[in-house]
Nanobody, 124 residues
Framework: QLHLVESGGGLVQSGGSLRLSCAAS????????LGWFRQAPGKEREGISC????????SYEDSVKGRFSISRDNAKNTVYLQMNRLKPEDTAVYSC?????????????????WGQGTQVSVAS
């Protein structure tokens, strides 16, 4: 089983930056694509970014394109989400997830393992 633990959330002013980390342990994750999801109060969970295990290709939801950047460090078994120019509407619980797939997707239903989430709050 793959165990995922997020960190790096917090409160930031609008326009600020945060970097989320997600550390994996348990089983080799080389064949797992990784994704970041978020869920705001009263809203459905949405996939915002993912990175593929096969070639490191990435995908972003439209509202975060150009502001967020996903990366993975296989030596550290960690995936990161760099979030710049944050907006109040980015406020949500952010979770990382892993799917046994060569090419990633932003569909949460495809993911096998999930972290517990970390709160990101952006003040206006």
């Amino acid at each position: 089983q793959l165990h995922l633990v997020e960190s790096g959330g917090g409160l930031v002013q609008s326009g600020g930056s945060l970097r989320l980390s997600c550390a994996a342990s348990g089983i080799p994750w080389d064949y797992y694509s990784l994704g970041w999801f978020r869920q705001a109060p009263g809203k459905e969970r949405e996939g915002i970014s993912c990175i593929s295990s096969s070639d490191g290709s990435t995908s972003y939801e439209d509202s975060v394109k150009g502001r967020f950047s996903i990366s993975r460090d296989n030596a550290k078994n960690t995936v990161y989400l760099q979030m710049n120019r944050l907006k109040p509407e980015d406020t949500a619980v952010y979770s990382c997830a892993a799917e046994r797939a060569s090419i990633c997707t932003l569909k949460g239903s495809e993911y096998d393992y999930w972290g517990q989430g970390t709160q990101v709050s952006v003040a206006s």
